[in-house]
């Protein structure tokens, strides 16, 4: 008999996302939270949910690069961390094809509309949460303004669209007065004690490609048809805590960056650490509900300058 997983191993579900468009995270308050992303990350506020407790925000990149839910509102979680992670697809078309493919493979999925977007949401090997959809509109904020509640969605129904509905030159506003100026999110990082299979599921179910490795595995790069790199997963080791490990943000040039790191520091915040390498300048710092932040400035040397690191210093690179 055939099971799930080795039906997933033999389809190849492979939804193809174009990149890593949002992070949704657990916050303790989602009106500090929000405060925090908007007045030092520098993202504008685009959506307040008052029922469901939760806000988003985007300056501009797409509907939101942050999702921030509040705890224990309508069965969430107990304690601040990752709920999911948003991989934006090139249309409805492809999303509703590959989750057809996903339930011939057995995958446990589920699915909503959340009339900006319609996702399909399953977890990797770990138990982390992720959200493959496709946009709906082009005038999402109008569209936000007016929605809070996500309706139940069966895909294919109505008969999907094949239309990109993504900005593929959106115009980026900037929070002049917040510390830093990001333009959007650009990845993630996560520590597994189970390297293969997750590294299955982002290659097989996921869809990504695999751009690199780090020396003897201890790391893997891997990136979406839009040819960025938007996850790293690293093997654990001692000392390091399981789970995302970090989310990163880019910024319009390293001048820009070493401001905010100065005007960070004024005001009595000190950066985790700060990086000067080949492929980036970057700074780490803490959110106020303890989820490690990377706020950097790409160089022109190629990723693979990364090989040359150990993986422990790579994980604050990738």
């Known amino acids: 008999m055939t099971t799930p997983k080795q039906k997933q191993s033999e389809e190849h579900v492979k939804f193809r996302p174009r990149r890593l468009a949002h992070a949704n995270l657990l916050v303790g308050d989602t009106d500090r939270a929000a405060e925090f992303y908007n007045k030092v990350c520098g993202f504008e506020i685009v959506r307040r949910g008052p029922v469901q407790k939760s806000t988003t925000l985007s300056n501009g990149n797409t509907h939101h690069d942050l999702g921030l839910p509040q705890v224990g509102v309508r069965g969430r979680g107990l304690k601040p961390g990752l709920n999911h992670l948003g991989w934006e697809l090139e249309n409805e078309v492809e999303l509703i094809t590959a989750y057809e ?26 138990g982390n949460m992720h959200e493959f959809y496709a946009d709906m509109t082009k005038d999402w904020r109008e569209t936000l303004a007016t929605v809070d509640i996500s309706p139940e969605w069966t895909p294919g129904n109505p008969p999907p669209t094949n239309e990109r509905n993504y900005d593929p030159d959106p115009q980026i506003r900037r929070v002049e007065d917040a510390l830093f100026h990001p333009r959007c999110i650009t990845h993630a990082a996560i520590v597994t ?46 000392g390091r805590p399981l789970g995302l490990q970090h989310i990163g943000f880019v910024v319009d040039d390293e001048d820009d960056l070493r401001e905010s790191v100065s005007r960070m520091r004024s005001v009595g915040v000190e950066p985790v650490i700060e990086l000067d390498h080949a492929t980036k300048r970057s700074v780490f710092f803490k959110s106020n509900d303890g989820m490690l932040l990377e706020f950097y400035s790409p160089r022109q040397a190629p990723l693979s300058s990364l090989r040359e690191l150990d993986s422990g210093m790579a994980l604050h690179l990738a």
């Open 101 to 126: 493919r996903g339930k011939k493979a057995g995958l446990n999925m589920y699915c909503s509309d959340h009339i900006v977007c319609r996702g399909v949401y399953l977890r990797d090997p770990d």
């Open 193 to 238: 004690d189970n390297f293969e299979p997750m590294l299955q599921f982002f290659t097989e179910t996921a869809g990504l490609d695999e751009l690199f490795r780090g020396p003897d595995d201890s790391y893997v790069v891997l990136g979406g048809t839009k040819s960025g790199w938007d996850l790293g997963l690293f093997r654990a080791s001692a």
